[in-house]
């Protein structure tokens, strides 16, 4: 039998998700999005956050790591949209494979080969490092339209670009950015830009975003990843 302090926590856990994820919608369309779609990222936290924000109407979960994402999602009978948005090393591409529907962070060709074997006709973005911060996955601006073709050589269907906006100077600093990823994706004729998480997403809607990735703004402090 449930205990009932725990189904309590449960119930208002999912009607809070729920409040919010209808507050960043709310702000989604103040910025100037129209058909802008949520992607939860559930990093670090349990599959009680999959669940409230796919019964909230989220539009895919975002996950970073590819052990926590395979321990989270393999005894779930009914696996929503997962987005992989974590720097991906190839050889964990196999164990991933089963369960992500878009890989939003290919960035070299070594990559998208291992996609391409594992993943047939998979569903990706390319990711685009276009600020000056080190550590950060993507590749270069100027790399971008090849990196694309050699993707669609693959057989792989790209749906757009991804960019990570600046981890500092707060969220207008990454307005240039979010600017240059939309120019490029125009130009290349792919439709779908994935820019913006909790802290810069209104900016990053003003400038062309189709998608955005929040997790703490639906879920509060993120616990530490073990």
């Given at each position: 039998?449930?205990?009932e302090p725990?189904?309590?926590?449960?119930?208002?856990?999912f009607a809070?998700?729920?409040?919010?994820?209808?507050?960043?919608?709310?702000?989604?369309?103040?910025?100037?999005?129209?058909?802008?779609?949520?992607?939860?990222?559930?990093?670090?936290?349990?599959?009680?956050?999959?669940?409230?924000?796919?019964?909230?109407?989220?539009?895919?979960?975002?996950?970073?790591?590819?052990?926590?994402?395979?321990?989270?999602?393999?005894?779930?009978?009914?696996?929503?949209?997962?987005?992989?948005?974590?720097?991906?090393?190839?050889?964990?591409?196999?164990?991933?494979?089963?369960?992500?529907?878009?890989?939003?962070?290919?960035?070299?060709?070594s990559l998208?080969?291992?996609?391409?074997?594992?993943?047939?006709?998979?569903?990706?973005?390319?990711?685009?490092?276009?600020?000056?911060?080190?550590?950060?996955?993507?590749?270069?601006?100027?790399?971008?339209?090849?990196?694309?073709?050699?993707?669609?050589?693959?057989?792989?269907?790209?749906?757009?670009?991804?960019?990570?906006?600046?981890?500092?100077?707060?969220?207008?600093?990454?307005?240039?950015?979010?600017?240059?990823?939309?120019?490029?994706?125009?130009?290349?004729?792919?439709?779908?830009?994935?820019?913006?998480?909790?802290?810069?997403?209104?900016?990053?809607?003003?400038?062309?975003?189709?998608?955005?990735?929040?997790?703490?703004?639906?879920?509060?402090?993120?616990?530490?990843?073990?």
């Open positions: 039998m449930t205990n725990d189904r309590v926590r449960d119930v208002d856990f809070t998700v729920a409040r919010r994820v209808h507050e960043v919608r709310e702000r989604v369309l103040a910025a100037g999005g129209r058909g802008v779609r949520l992607i939860a990222v559930t990093k670090t936290f349990g599959v009680d956050a999959v669940l409230a924000a796919t019964a909230a109407g989220c539009e895919g979960i975002g996950e970073n790591y590819a052990q926590e994402l395979v321990a989270k999602f393999d005894d779930m009978s009914a696996v929503p949209e997962v987005h992989f948005i974590g720097q991906l090393q190839t050889n964990k591409v196999r164990m991933v494979a089963p369960f992500v529907a878009v890989y939003e962070t290919v960035d070299r060709s998208a080969l291992e996609i391409a074997k594992r993943a047939p006709g998979a569903r990706i973005l390319v990711q685009v490092d276009a600020t000056d911060e080190p550590g950060k996955g993507g590749c270069s601006l100027g790399a971008v339209a090849e990196l694309v073709g050699r993707c669609l050589d693959l057989g792989l269907h790209v749906e757009g670009l991804m960019t990570v906006g600046y981890t500092v100077g707060g969220p207008e600093a990454s307005r240039g950015v979010f600017r240059m990823v939309r120019s490029l994706a125009d130009e290349l004729n792919l439709a779908e830009c994935s820019m913006g998480m909790s802290g810069d997403f209104e900016v990053a809607v003003a400038e062309g975003s189709t998608q955005v990735r929040v997790g703490s703004v639906l879920f509060g402090a993120r616990p530490p990843h073990r």
